[in-house]
């Protein structure tokens, strides 16, 4: 909602800065989007008079003027021909800048100096919409008056003198304040803001015509489910004309054209008071009378923005005796429009269902201001107010008489709303000890009615959105201000703190966890295609094969529930590296889909799945699952495996961990894939993939990773290179320099394997890097050597090892 300042104050004293406004405003719930100053772009420009006319020297087009610019007397050439001596002119002197970005220097033409320019108005940023009485192709000859009673004088600033200074802000209005898309809405808000009075709007009018309403129209409501008031006021000796300056400036910085008095007055009054109004030329009523009703199928009319429109019986339409002369709250008929020569008009003010109205906005195409107020739901009290001030703005600007009453049809008045008053209740609500005398004030200030017993408060008819207590308070507590709500919990014994189950916690640190480790999180489709399991070489007789059919599938790709996650992970794999990524480390926390029999419903297995492929080897994934492990105090375990057709033989392991109540259980596999598998995909070469099932890592989790205070002491490094048999694990020697080292070793590193020339066949050597620290003080070099001799004793012993020099 754009809101002219200049307007706003015709309702509201604005007594503080506009930076200071606009923040206020948008506390109390009128959010301002941007702030405009229509004229920033224009300084140094005056009025001036020119008092001499002379010809160019050289130049036979060219005019040479003196002009009075208050301060004296400056030449500016200029090669308008419509110049006179004595004309009133804006003129930009040198310096100065005009819109898009123009400034003025003075300089010479044709070797004749001059020191600035004269305006036409497109160089001020203006039309003929505005400026009507002025040529396109000259400079803006302005009168000695302006309509506004301004006695333009040399010097003056053609800024202010023009009212080219407007600032505009725009307001975000949400869809449950439609009474704010109105000047006199916004002032309504601005008051109770800042705490003063807005004035109220009581339109006056005169009725100088002859006759009454009713001998000129009679209005008939066939459907008053869709039209629960229809008001019509009539205007003769109409003289259609231009609007004032003042109307066409205010319509223009609301983002409005204007066209003629008229049409101006129901855009003028739509948007200082909300309610959309509608001007018909009488003479085109035929039968004089309207009605309101639903169109038939297939009727049609051109509208007034000179398209054919083709309606059914959902559409709300006003009609004459015979046809459809508008769009029900959309948009006006070409036949009855307003023209040169209208002499008699029909002013509409009425009250449409907002459903409807969106409706047919929708259907038609056509969305306009009109529409856009209605299907939002208008008051139907304001209808009144608003075709009485479109009347008072006729007599006003003299452009009609109006004729005595009016006719008035409201079939479905609606019933005044009464909500309970309990200040206890809102300050419980809102946490606040808010007095009860100012949420009083505030709720009245708002225009709601306290009943005598001060136990509710009566609804105004503007604000359909209020309709219990819950709305009260949060009046109450936009008014008091959010920023003095204290925040507090919620008082009873049923409160209690929201916190994350100890499952979600576990598959936070997973995630976490993994996302350290370099890797990125995927999301993929829990359904699946039948031919995944031959592209995973699955046995014919795999369970894997027993699949949830989806009854309605968007096609064969989609038509079952997945079993496993390893086709979804090697797809997205094989769809970066088909797009030149080098590597990816992905991984996904999802569902499998299990049958149950006698059950109708599968089991649903959280699973988590990690994919590696470029850069990337076993012993990276299978570090990734160890550091997983350790995070969450897990023991685990990896046993090769060589009969899983998915994976390749002899570099594939099932992952195994250990708990009080589980003993040892394999909880997953990791591995590379099988060549084959990642052929069918168009996969990369070497791919790698564990799959771990969720359910017992959150059973047999010993800690979640708290924050701990780095350490105080220094650490100490020692590296061990051992020669021991090719057939033992890495994972036995790590479990046993572990257990040898005891609580001061902090971390260890394999940083080396090798097999080859200087190593006895059947042997390998065996490099790591330990880093040893105490927490409560500096080691020694004898406390680190003894730890060092009873791992390399305990190697020894267990595996025959022997210490590499």
Avoid at 78 to 102: D, E, K, M, R, Y
Avoid at 345 to 359: D, I, K, N, P
Avoid at 667 to 673: F, K, L, N, R
């Amino acid at each position: 909602m754009k809101t002219p300042i200049s307007w706003l104050k015709d309702f509201v004293d604005l007594d503080v800065d506009v930076k200071t406004y606009i923040h206020k405003m948008t506390m109390s719930g009128s959010k301002v989007e941007t702030v405009e100053e229509l004229g920033s772009e224009i300084s140094k420009v005056v009025i001036g008079k020119i008092v001499e006319i002379g010809k160019h020297p050289d130049a036979d087009k060219l005019l040479v003027t003196q002009i009075d610019v208050g301060e004296g007397i400056i030449q500016i050439v200029t090669g308008a021909q419509n110049v006179f001596a004595g004309a009133i002119v804006p003129v930009a002197l040198s310096g100065s800048t005009l819109p898009h970005g123009i400034t003025i220097k003075k300089g010479k033409l044709r070797g004749v100096e001059s020191n600035g320019m004269l305006c036409s108005i497109a160089e001020l940023n203006l039309t003929l919409d505005d400026c009507p009485n002025a040529t396109e192709d000259g400079i803006y000859i302005l009168p000695e008056v302006t309509e506004d009673g301004v006695v333009l004088k040399p010097g003056m600033d053609a800024k202010e003198a023009l009212r080219l200074n407007e600032v505009v802000m725009e307001f975000e209005i949400t869809p449950n304040r439609p009474d704010c898309l109105s000047i006199y809405g916004i002032a309504g808000e601005t008051a109770v803001t800042l705490g003063v009075q807005r004035k109220q709007m009581c339109p006056v009018v005169k009725e100088i015509g002859t006759g009454i309403a009713k001998d000129f129209i009679s209005v008939n409501i066939n459907d008053p489910d869709l039209c629960a008031r229809y008001i019509a006021r009539v205007v003769t000796d109409v003289k259609i004309a231009p609007s004032p300056k003042w109307m066409r400036d205010r319509l223009k910085a609301a983002g409005v054209r204007a066209i003629s008095n008229i049409v101006d007055i129901t855009n003028y009054v739509m948007l200082e008071l909300g309610q959309p109004l509608h001007a018909f030329d009488m003479r085109d009523l035929q039968g004089s009378q309207i009605i309101v009703r639903r169109a038939a199928d297939g009727e049609k009319m051109f509208t007034l923005d000179d398209q054919e429109r083709e309606l059914d019986s959902s559409m709300l339409v006003i009609a004459d005796g015979k046809r459809p002369v508008a769009v029900a709250g959309v948009m006006g008929g070409q036949n009855s429009e307003i023209r040169n020569d209208t002499t008699t008009v029909l002013f509409e003010s009425a009250s449409f269902v907002g459903s409807s109205v969106r409706t047919t906005s929708k259907r038609l195409g056509l969305r306009t201001e009109s529409s856009s107020r209605f299907e939002k739901g208008l008051d139907t009290e304001n209808a009144f107010t608003a075709i009485q001030r479109a009347c008072e703005l006729v007599e006003l600007l003299g452009c009609g008489k109006v004729v005595p009453g009016l006719v008035d049809e409201y079939p479905c008045k609606p019933e005044a709303v009464s909500v309970a008053f309990r200040p206890e209740k809102i300050n419980a609500i809102l946490g606040t000890h808010i007095p009860v005398e100012q949420m009083i004030k505030y709720l009245t200030d708002l225009g709601f009615v306290l009943n005598e017993a001060k136990t509710a408060f009566l609804v105004p008819s503007f604000r359909m959105d209020v309709k219990r207590e819950e709305d009260l308070a949060e009046e109450v507590a936009r008014l008091f201000d959010y920023n003095n709500i204290r925040p507090t919990l919620l008082d009873g014994k049923q409160a209690m703190m929201g916190k994350k189950s100890f499952k979600q916690q576990i598959e936070d640190v997973i995630v976490n966890t993994l996302n350290g480790c370099g890797l990125s999180e995927i999301y993929t489709y829990s359904f699946g295609s039948p031919k995944a399991f031959d592209m995973l070489n699955t046995p014919k007789d795999s369970n894997l094969r027993n699949v949830v059919v989806i009854s309605n599938p968007l096609g064969e790709d989609y038509s079952i529930m997945r079993t496993t996650t390893i086709g979804d992970m090697l797809a997205v794999l094989a769809r970066n590296f088909n797009r030149r990524m080098d590597s990816a480390a992905l991984f996904e926390m999802s569902k499998v889909y299990i049958p149950r029999e006698g059950e109708p419903l599968p089991e649903e297995k959280p699973v988590l799945t990690i994919g590696m492929y470029g850069k990337y080897d076993f012993f990276d994934i299978k570090g990734v699952v160890e550091e997983l492990f350790d995070k969450l105090g897990i023991t685990g375990d990896f046993d090769p495996v060589a009969d899983c057709p998915t994976f390749h033989p002899g570099r594939t392991a099932t992952i195994k961990i250990a708990g009080a109540e589980i003993g040892v259980a394999e909880i997953g596999v990791v591995g590379e894939i099988n060549p084959e598998v990642a052929e069918n995909y168009s996969a990369a070469n070497r791919n790698y993939i564990a799959v771990i099932d969720v359910l017992p890592l959150v059973h047999n989790a010993r800690k979640i990773p708290t924050f701990k205070q780095l350490p105080k002491y220094p650490a100490m490094t020692r590296d061990l290179a051992v020669l021991i048999k090719e057939d033992v694990l890495i994972k036995e020697i790590q479990a046993m320099i572990k257990q040898r080292a005891g609580k001061i070793l902090e971390s260890i590193s394999l940083f080396d394997v090798y097999k080859g020339n200087q190593v006895p066949e059947g042997m390998k050597s065996v490099a790591y890097s330990l880093v040893f620290r105490a927490s409560d003080r500096t080691l020694t070099d004898e406390e680190v050597g003894k730890a060092m001799k009873k791992i390399t004793e305990g190697l020894n012993f267990q595996f025959g090892a022997e210490l590499r020099l």
